[in-house]
């Protein structure tokens, strides 16, 4: 079987929000396969909806032997095991889980659509990735992280509170 490796963002903004990140990151690695790496965490405000607490964030890389829509459904039953209500799009969350890439491959169907279509405008995906990936490439743009949070339109502060 073949290893992918991919990377996935990890958001909280209610009930410990740290503890969320340290449970979630525990149950990725169970269910899905080995974190090689972590991003420190970062906080920032609410993204889309700015009337609730401010979200932590961390980046992690995983590699795992499963496809990407079982990667996805895998990460949904996770978000529902740890408490994750539907609400609003951009509401609070106790977890939200983000499959930002899948190696180089490139998805658009119904279900999944891969790379993340709103990862370059979101400084709070772009800073913990670029961190611990700066040279990785956009499938699409080929553009590295790095350069990607460079020229992002995004214009809301992102500051560390956890070194990984």
């Given at each position: 079987m073949s290893r992918h490796v991919l990377y996935l963002l990890l958001g909280s903004n209610i009930q410990r929000p740290l503890k969320q990140l340290a449970i979630a990151r525990d149950l990725l690695q169970k269910h899905l396969g080995k974190i090689i790496k972590v991003s420190s965490i970062f906080k920032t405000a609410a993204w889309g909806a700015h009337d609730q607490p401010n979200f932590f964030n961390q980046v992690i890389k995983l590699q795992s032997t499963r496809k990407a829509i079982t990667i996805l459904r895998?990460?949904?039953?996770?978000?529902?095991?740890?408490?994750?209500?539907?609400?609003?799009?951009?509401?609070?969350?106790?977890?939200?889980?983000?499959?930002?890439?899948?190696?180089?491959?490139?998805?658009?169907?119904?279900?999944?659509?891969?790379?993340?279509?709103?990862?370059?405008?979101?400084?709070?995906?772009?800073?913990?990735?670029?961190?611990?990936?700066?040279?990785?490439?956009?499938?699409?743009?080929?553009k590295s992280m790095l350069y990607l949070l460079n020229v992002c339109p995004d214009s809301l502060p992102v500051k560390k509170v956890k070194h990984a």
């Open positions: 895998i990460v949904k039953n996770i978000e529902v095991l740890m408490g994750r209500a539907s609400g609003p799009q951009w509401g609070p969350r106790i977890i939200d889980i983000d499959l930002l890439f899948y190696g180089q491959t490139k998805i658009n169907s119904k279900e999944l659509i891969l790379p993340h279509p709103l990862l370059e405008s979101r400084r709070f995906a772009l800073v913990p990735l670029a961190e611990i990936a700066p040279n990785f490439r956009h499938p699409i743009t080929q």
